[in-house]
């Protein structure tokens, strides 16, 4: 029997809705949901590239780097943003719309034709508090007028999507249950024997859930979380949390940058890609490429 290192899965972890979302097993599901969401042809999609944790450039020599979820490049003008937020943080939201517009912004200095973006959150939470179980965000006036057209903002509202009475496509109201805190392959498989679309998906999140060097990005995601909620559970304001939030992200990277040498040197033994190494453990390019020389 192949042993399982993530027994309850949380599929709403950073690094297991990077990889699942991302990984080719999952494009069919991928195709079919987006297209709802977006009204883009299945087929677009299905030739679009997908890249989970694309960095996001600096506005500044000072700002930390950020990346996103997930990045569809479906042509030369149009990207779909894809993230999913586990828990309300400080300007979440905020952040997000922030990334999604710096890609417009990108495009305008080099390119004639603006770059069409559209980002997706999957929200769980409810920061509006409305029995919706889906709000489009556009930026306009209070006439109505729409002062960018090439770029909106679609949150999904997880716990709204159960049993809802408003109107919600049926592929996004499948992945919405689907996107369950924790629950097992065990479980997973049960629920959808006979779903080829999502069983293929699923038989990728139970190969993640057997590989250490996943297990190991997954578990300091998960130790993230629970500290955050954690801080959030003992009163502190929102300032603070982000605070904490930083401090122990900072103090795991430190404390794992010995495993993440490690791992990073088995993953280029494997031919992993310099640039899926950096993502998954944070290692830098220059710390990369010199540990692919002594190889």
């Known amino acids: 029997m192949v042993e399982t290192l993530i027994e309850t899965i949380n599929l709403q972890n950073d690094a297991m809705f990077k990889a699942f ?138 716990a709204n999507c159960e049993k809802n009475p408003y109107n919600i496509g049926k592929e996004t109201e499948k992945f919405a249950n689907f996107l369950k805190r924790e629950t097992t392959i065990e479980k997973l498989e049960q629920d959808y024997r006979g779903d080829e679309e999502y069983m293929s998906v699923i038989r990728t999140v139970a190969e993640l859930s057997q590989d250490p060097e996943f297990a190991g990005y997954y578990d300091l995601e998960e130790k993230h979380r629970q500290q955050i909620e954690d801080a959030k559970e003992t009163g502190y304001d929102e300032g603070i949390q982000e605070g904490i939030q930083k401090g122990i992200h900072e103090g795991i990277q430190k404390g794992e940058h010995n495993k993440a040498i490690s791992t990073a040197k088995k993953m280029l033994a494997k031919n992993i890609t310099i640039e899926d190494i950096q993502e998954i453990t944070d290692l830098s390019l220059d710390e990369i490429k010199a540990l692919q020389k002594g190889i």
Request: glycine share 2%.
């Open 21 to 158: 979302m991302t990984n080719p097993n999952s494009r069919e599901m991928v195709s079919n949901l987006i297209s709802e969401l977006t009204g883009i042809a299945k087929e677009d999609l299905r030739k679009a590239t997908y890249i989970g944790g694309e960095e996001i450039a600096k506005r500044n020599m000072k700002e930390k780097k950020q990346s996103t979820d997930m990045t569809i490049k479906i042509a030369e003008h149009m990207q779909i943003i894809v993230e999913m937020n586990q828990s309300y943080q400080q300007h979440i939201l905020e952040k997000n719309a922030m990334y999604a517009m710096s890609r417009i912004v990108e495009t305008t200095r080099s390119k004639r034709k603006y770059t069409s973006v559209i980002l997706i959150n999957f929200d769980n939470f409810n920061r509006y508090s409305t029995k919706k179980p889906m709000l489009i965000f556009r930026i306009q006036d209070e006439e109505g007028h729409i002062e960018i057209e090439n770029y909106k903002s679609i949150h999904i509202l997880l």
